[in-house]
């Protein structure tokens, strides 16, 4: 079991930045796949970044030039820096790490909140 709490969502105006954070606890040396998720009200929850353990990074292309996702394996966290922000980010942010382990589990963080206004 992978127990993850998320970090640093809020408000900002459109054009600011902020950071995310997700720090993993439990069997944490299981951990392959880090990434980030987001679902807007109404709306489906999507894949935001994620990097692999052999830092393979993917980007949704909404965020590409915009948004950074980084990990520090000693620390067990992995951050999404968020930069030119746009009211379409607003969304509950959610933490994503899965297993390299069969049958590959997924874990969730419980969310944070992150509002652009305009």
């Known amino acids: 079991q992978v127990q993850l709490v998320e970090s640093g969502g809020g408000l900002v105006q459109a054009g600011g930045s902020l950071r995310l954070s997700c720090a993993a606890s439990?069997?944490?040396?299981?951990?392959?796949?880090m990434g980030w998720y987001r679902q807007a009200p109404g709306k489906q929850r999507e894949l935001v970044a994620r990097?692999?353990?052999?830092?393979?990074?993917g980007y949704a292309d909404s965020v590409k030039g915009r948004f950074t996702i980084s990990r520090d394996n000693a620390k067990n966290t992995v951050y999404l820096q968020m930069n030119s922000l746009k009211a379409d980010d607003t969304a509950v942010y959610y933490c994503?790490?899965?297993?390299?382990?069969?049958?590959?589990?997924?874990?969730w963080g419980q969310g944070t909140q992150v509002t652009v206004s305009s």
């Open positions: 990097i692999s353990s052999n830092a393979n990074i």
């Open positions: 994503n790490v899965v297993s390299g382990r069969w049958p590959h589990p997924s874990y």
């Open positions: 439990g069997d944490t040396r299981s951990i392959n796949t």
